[in-house]
């Protein structure tokens, strides 16, 4: 008997689920508050708008998670210098459109080409460090960076400790007047990064990093040149995150020098830890759970939420020890397992021989 | 040609690398004045120290149980409040002590329990919810309680009773004696009999949630009982003793004072350590990467748990009278007449040197370099660390008991934390973010060092206090570029700039750093 593979909606009918929800929701929130569809399609304020700013961040946050998820999760290499990449996108995007009146497309080559630069620079010292010492020199790097941005002298361009502000967004993008628009492009961003990297680690490609993060001893034992899939991934990584930036600095006001920061990197961190490890969709969910918990707890402790957000760190790594998705995959896999024997021992009760059923099928 | 010997050969990189930091060492001491260059060694000294405090710890703890330690900068400031409350407002400290000492006496009761658990049938539902009831209605019990008993603090909302004020006065030697901790017309008993429930309640909680797959033979004679009432016992005679003991201490010489709040820093500490590894940080061996987030949560709770109980503003710890007096023959013209004039500072070459920030702290950072090199090199635990270090597996295959010398270790590194917390307190006083920046110092000495090498640590700590010292005082002076003639004059984002770099060149050439291990 053949059995044919389940079709392509029956696979992913959990993520298209997800996907038509994501596109529905600022509608579905507009009727809750009695505003027509209409009234949301044509931008005007409300929950919804409100809304679709929070989705717009939740994306921007997933993207970088996604980013960070493929070089530490995926190929194991621990950096401390990740805010490094976003913000390098957000800086240059608000230069190149405020300072230099670049328009987008130009800007966009900008950027490309400083992603790559970047992770080359990365890519440096990658042969000579490896492990905890790798971490703190890109701490290193990314603190200059840091510095530089935070210095007086470049403050014409990057506006120093006040932040980046006052970079004109060309009209049909812009948060103010066209948000369901940006909310639908970052939301299409998301998604096709989404798919690049699904692909990307699924890859022979992919799954060397996966050997690198395993062993990297055997993975070069085997004759992989293990500097160019760290390198790769590096490269890719730095893509998204820079487009990510891009899109912060599009989105919000005031381009915050935090974000250079290690803090930013913790965040980074902390997002795919509340999600699961290497677990793509771990990524995105913590980057949901982690802003949606800040936003919550901000909203109603207001000071003192940091000490619940780092109590709720706490008791996730206490209690749920491979993050949400991993966690959640784990046990899945488990009760799948038992209720199959549950349900083959039960039958077995009743009489039927499930070894000659099964060897018949 | 001469034959170089071996030990140079195997380290010339090393080698050539500390030769290049002397050079340009050397260099930056020619651009400045003999004075200036005295001053702002000693400084660097001091930097040096306080972050080696922090980074020997540190390093302890990453080369025995592989923890990265991000808390390691949170509790060395809480190290810094603690001791500040001992100095500052001993009635505060006074009044503590007894709910600590029965909270502790009805913890030490875990024994017992455990016999009695064993007595109840394994994996029934009441052994699985249990010990959740027995720890949420011990901590409930305990706030409730804590919530009537009088401990004397300060209030955050009202300036004159802020901890700014009590510091600003304590400098000025007026020393307000606050009521001590009484409940009245009221007993005390029932408060007492509430902490002791309480802390029983988490004992039986605690020691049923961990699996006992392995029965232990466990005796009850009255040394079980022992620690209980000599627990239970102090606290009611520190309940008793109260108003006498504060008094006592608000009228004692302050070089003591300072003394017992530095002991008192480190020993609590040292338990705050203990607790954290034993409780937290111990189920998460297995899952390395999650004591890297589960230290990130820490931290910020215990940032916010400051910021909570001794408020934001940042505020000074006064200096202890033998080294704060400005008197006659002060500044003092030598270290010894500043010691009998108890001189705050002293000429020298016409430069004046702050006795305890210049002088003081370095000195007692090497002392403590000394102790636990010694403690390292001499005695058994010491040795077990090392071997530790270098091969945890074999130390366990030779049957000892690495899990309570984890426990020590980070105890011994969270109190070396702490100590170097509270000696910051006078010299550059409380904030809530003194933390944040010694660690991010301690981690980029350790990684100029070596990440797990003992006298790594102190090296590496020594050039970052070093070269921050000589960019500010550069900053100040201006640096007279060769051949060009340009004053340039580093401005203050550079100083952490500057230990960045270091730390980035000598990883790319020693990647392991100075004086660590070879790969």
């Known amino acids: 008997m053949t059995t044919s593979s389940p079709s392509f909606v029956q696979r992913y009918r959990i993520a298209l689920l997800i996907l038509l929800a994501l596109v529905l929701l600022p509608f579905v929130i507009g009727l809750f508050e009695g505003a027509s569809?209409?009234?949301?399609?044509?931008?005007?304020?409300?929950?919804?708008?409100?809304?679709?700013?929070?989705?717009?961040?939740?994306?921007?946050?997933?993207?970088?998670?996604?980013?960070?998820?493929?070089?530490?999760?995926?190929?194991?290499?621990?950096?401390?210098?990740?805010?490094?990449?976003?913000?390098?996108?957000?800086?240059?995007?608000?230069?190149?459109?405020?300072?230099?009146?670049?328009?987008?497309?130009?800007?966009?080559?900008?950027?490309?080409?400083?992603?790559?630069?970047?992770?080359?620079?990365?890519?440096?010292?990658?042969?000579?460090?490896?492990?905890?010492?790798?971490?703190?020199?890109?701490?290193?790097?990314?603190?200059?960076?840091?510095?530089?941005?935070?210095?007086?002298?470049?403050?014409?361009?990057?506006?120093?400790?006040?932040?980046?502000?006052?970079?004109v967004i060309p009209d049909f993008i812009s948060p103010a007047t066209e948000r369901l628009r940006l909310y639908f492009i970052t939301l299409t961003i998301l998604v096709v990064f989404y798919l690049i990297y699904r692909r990307f680690v699924d890859s022979p490609l992919g799954r060397v990093c996966k050997a690198i993060r395993e062993n990297e001893g055997r993975a070069q034992m085997l004759g992989y040149n293990t500097f160019l899939f760290k390198l790769a991934a590096l490269i890719l990584a730095s893509i998204t995150a820079v487009i990510a930036g891009a899109l912060h600095t599009i989105y919000q006001p005031i381009v915050s020098p935090d974000i250079a920061g290690l803090g930013f990197t913790v965040t980074a961190l902390l997002m795919i830890l509340i999600g699961g490890v290497g677990t793509l969709h771990g990524a995105l969910a913590g980057a949901a759970i982690f802003r949606l918990l800040d936003f919550g707890l901000r909203r109603y402790l207001g000071e003192s939420a940091s000490f619940v957000n780092g109590a709720i760190y706490v008791l996730i790594v206490l209690f749920l020890p491979y993050g949400i998705v991993g966690t959640w995959q784990l046990k899945a896999s488990l009760s799948v397992a038992h209720m199959r024997q549950g349900w083959r021992r039960l039958l077995e009760m009743v009489g039927v021989n499930v070894e000659r059923r099964a060897s018949r099928e | 040609?001469?034959?170089?010997?071996?030990?140079?050969?195997?380290?010339?990189?090393?080698?050539?690398?500390?030769?290049?930091?002397?050079?340009?060492?050397?260099?930056?001491?020619?651009?400045?004045?003999?004075?200036?260059?005295?001053?702002?060694?000693?400084?660097?000294?001091?930097?040096?120290?306080?972050?080696?405090?922090?980074?020997?710890?540190?390093?302890?703890?990453?080369?025995?149980?592989?923890?990265?330690?991000?808390?390691?900068?949170?509790?060395?400031?809480?190290?810094?409040?603690?001791?500040?409350?001992?100095?500052?407002?001993?009635?505060?400290?006074?009044?503590?002590?007894?709910?600590?000492?029965?909270?502790?006496?009805?913890?030490?009761?875990?024994?017992?329990?455990?016999?009695?658990?064993?007595?109840?049938?394994?994996?029934?539902?009441?052994?699985?919810?249990?010990?959740?009831?027995?720890?949420?209605?011990?901590?409930?019990?305990?706030?409730?309680?804590?919530?009537?008993?009088?401990?004397?603090?300060?209030?955050?909302?009202?300036?004159?009773?802020?901890?700014?004020?009590?510091?600003?006065?304590?400098?000025?030697?007026?020393?307000?004696?606050?009521?001590?901790?009484?409940?009245?017309d009221a007993s005390p008993l029932p408060a007492f009999a509430g902490l002791i429930l309480a802390g029983m309640l988490a004992s039986l909680g605690l020691t049923l949630t961990g699996r006992s797959d392995i029965v232990r033979k466990v005796q009850i004679t009255w040394r079980t009982f022992a620690p209980f009432i000599g627990l239970a016992a102090g606290g009611l005679i520190l309940f008793a003793v109260n108003e006498p003991l504060t008094v006592w201490l608000f009228t004692l010489d302050t070089n003591w004072l300072f003394l017992i709040a530095v002991l008192i820093a480190v020993l609590s500490g040292a338990g705050l350590g203990a607790l954290m590894e034993a409780t937290l940080i111990r189920p998460l061996y297995v899952r390395p990467i999650y004591q890297l987030m589960l230290t990130l949560g820490l931290s910020a709770i215990g940032i916010e748990m400051v910021r909570a109980i001794w408020g934001r503003p940042e505020f000074t710890m006064p200096k202890p009278a033998l080294f704060a007096g400005s008197g006659e023959g002060c500044p003092a013209e030598s270290l010894w007449q500043a010691l009998q004039n108890s001189c705050s500072t002293m000429l020298f070459q016409g430069g004046r040197i702050r006795v305890y920030n210049e002088i003081v702290v370095p000195l007692i950072g090497l002392i403590v370099l000394v102790a636990v090199w010694l403690v390292l090199k001499r005695t058994r635990l010491g040795m077990i660390i090392r071997a530790g270090v270098q091969d945890r597996e074999m130390v366990e295959a030779l049957g000892i008991n690495v899990r309570r010398v984890f426990t020590m270790v980070f105890a011994l590194g969270v109190g070396l934390a702490a100590l170097g917390g509270v000696l910051a307190a006078p010299s550059i006083g409380l904030s809530n973010t003194m933390g944040e920046s010694f660690l991010l110092n301690a981690l980029i000495a350790l990684a100029i060092g070596g990440l797990t090498s003992y006298p790594g640590a102190a090296l590496g700590s020594l050039l970052v206090g070093m070269l921050q010292q000589f960019i500010i005082k550069y900053g100040q002076i201006g640096i007279t570029l060769p051949f060009i003639g340009v004053v340039f004059k580093p401005s203050p984002p550079v100083v952490p700039a500057s230990t960045v770099l270091l730390m980035v060149i000598i990883l790319l050439i020693v990647p392991g750093g100075l004086l660590g291990r070879k790969e």
């Open chain 2, 1 to 184: 040609m001469a034959k170089i010997p071996a030990v140079v050969r195997s380290n010339l990189t090393v080698i050539l690398t500390l030769l290049a930091i002397l050079a340009l060492f050397a260099a930056a001491a020619s651009g400045m004045s003999w004075q200036d260059f005295i001053i702002t060694l000693l400084r660097g000294l001091a930097v040096g120290a306080l972050t080696f405090l922090v980074a020997s710890g540190f390093s302890l703890i990453f080369g025995l149980l592989d923890v990265l330690n991000l808390a390691h900068g949170t509790l060395f400031m809480v190290g810094a409040y603690i001791g500040w409350t001992v100095y500052v407002r001993p009635d505060t400290f006074v009044d503590i002590l007894t709910p600590l000492a029965l909270i502790i006496s009805g913890f030490t009761l875990g024994d017992v329990w455990r016999l009695l658990a064993q007595r109840v049938p394994q994996a029934s539902l009441w052994r699985r919810v249990a010990p959740w009831i027995a720890l949420v209605s011990g901590l409930a019990l305990f706030f409730g309680v804590m919530r009537g008993y009088p401990i004397a603090l300060w209030n955050m909302d009202n300036y004159a009773e802020s901890p700014v004020t009590f510091s600003f006065l304590a400098g000025q030697g007026q020393r307000v004696i606050p009521p001590s901790a009484t409940f009245g």
């Open chain 1, 37 to 167: 569809p209409f009234e949301v399609w044509s931008n005007q304020s409300g929950i919804s708008r409100f809304i679709q700013g929070l989705a717009i961040e939740i994306f921007i946050l997933a993207l970088y998670a996604l980013s960070y998820d493929l070089i530490f999760g995926f190929t194991g290499l621990l950096s401390f210098g990740h805010s490094m990449f976003f913000a390098v996108g957000a800086y240059l995007t608000g230069i190149a459109l405020k300072s230099f009146g670049l328009n987008l497309g130009q800007t966009f080559g900008v950027l490309m080409l400083a992603a790559v630069v970047q992770a080359l620079l990365f890519g440096i010292v990658l042969p000579r460090v490896k492990g905890i010492t790798f971490a703190l020199v890109t701490l290193g790097l990314s603190s200059v960076f840091h510095i530089v941005v935070m210095s007086r002298e470049l403050g014409d361009y990057t506006g120093a400790d006040v932040g980046l502000q006052g970079v």
